[in-house]
Nanobody, 119 residues
Framework: QVQLVESGGGLVQTGGSLRLSCAAS????????MGWYRQAPGKQRELVATITSDSTNYADFVKGRFAISRDNGKNTVYLQMNSLKPEDTAVYYC??????????????WGQGTQVTVSS
């Protein structure tokens, strides 16, 4: 079993910054990919950014404003969010693809953290 603990959400004004963190723990042999998704009220969950060992991928609406990074030693993924806009308001979910010690691959979701950007 793998647990994900997210932190860093909150309320910020337009143009402000927040940094989200997501730490994975448990039966982890390797982490294949980590990422962030978000879901605004009444909308579907959407990809924000992903990171693997050798690449990053961003949704067009965050390019140039958000940066994803990871600390492999801590099994932690970060999302630095700058120049925040009211339309960035959503619950942000961490997503991790893990290979366990039994050599099975699973996808796990964090509990979600609320990000609210006021105008």
């Amino acid at each position: 079993q793998v647990q994900l603990v997210e932190s860093g959400g909150g309320l910020v004004q337009t143009g402000g910054s927040l940094r989200l963190s997501c730490a994975a723990s448990g039966s982890i042999f390797s982490i294949d990919a980590m990422g962030w998704y978000r879901q605004a009220p009444g909308k579907q969950r959407e990809l924000v950014a992903t990171i693997t060992s050798d690449s990053t991928n961003y949704a067009d609406f965050v390019k140039g404003r958000f940066a994803i990074s990871r600390d492999n030693g801590k099994n932690t993924v970060y999302l630095q969010m700058n120049s925040l806009k009211p339309e960035d308001t959503a619950v942000y979910y961490c997503n991790v693809i893990v290979t366990t010690f039994s050599r099975h691959e699973y996808r796990y979701w964090g509990q979600g953290t609320q990000v609210t950007v006021s105008s």
